[in-house]
């Protein structure tokens, strides 16, 4: 089994910062891609941010500039900073891992369970 386990949501003011961590655990071989998904109320869910195992990054319009993504490899774990931020990046934030199981098996992605972030005044 794998398991992805999130931290950090919460409720913050406009331009306010949040951190959020997700750790991976179980049966896994390799993580090629680490990343973050939002999803608000009544839209589909949306790509923050990912990160490769590389360290290659990618983000949404939305958030470049105003928001960071790590990852650490030897402990399957990716962070994203948040700043400067907005009533529109209210959302459940997920992470997402596009991982091996075994060397000769498939890549899969898996989900975490989700964190809200509510930016509010």
């Known amino acids: 089994q794998v398991q992805l386990v999130e931290s950090g949501g919460g409720l913050v003011q406009p331009g306010g910062s949040l951190r959020l961590s997700c750790v991976a655990s179980g049966t896994i071989f390799r993580i090629s891609v680490m990343g973050w998904y939002r999803q608000a109320p009544g839209s589909q869910r949306e790509l923050v941010a990912t990160?490769?195992?590389?360290?290659?990054?990618n983000y949404a319009d939305s958030v470049k500039g105003r928001f960071t993504i790590s990852g650490d490899n030897d402990k399957n774990t990716v962070h994203l900073q948040m700043n400067s931020l907005e009533p529109q990046d209210t959302a459940i934030y997920y992470c997402?891992?596009?991982?091996?199981?075994?060397?000769?098996?498939?890549?899969?992605?898996?989900w975490g369970q989700g964190t809200q972030v509510t930016v509010s005044s």
């Open positions: 990160v490769t195992s590389g360290g290659a990054t």
């Open positions: 997402s891992a596009d991982l091996m199981k075994a060397a000769w098996g498939p890549s899969y992605r898996y």
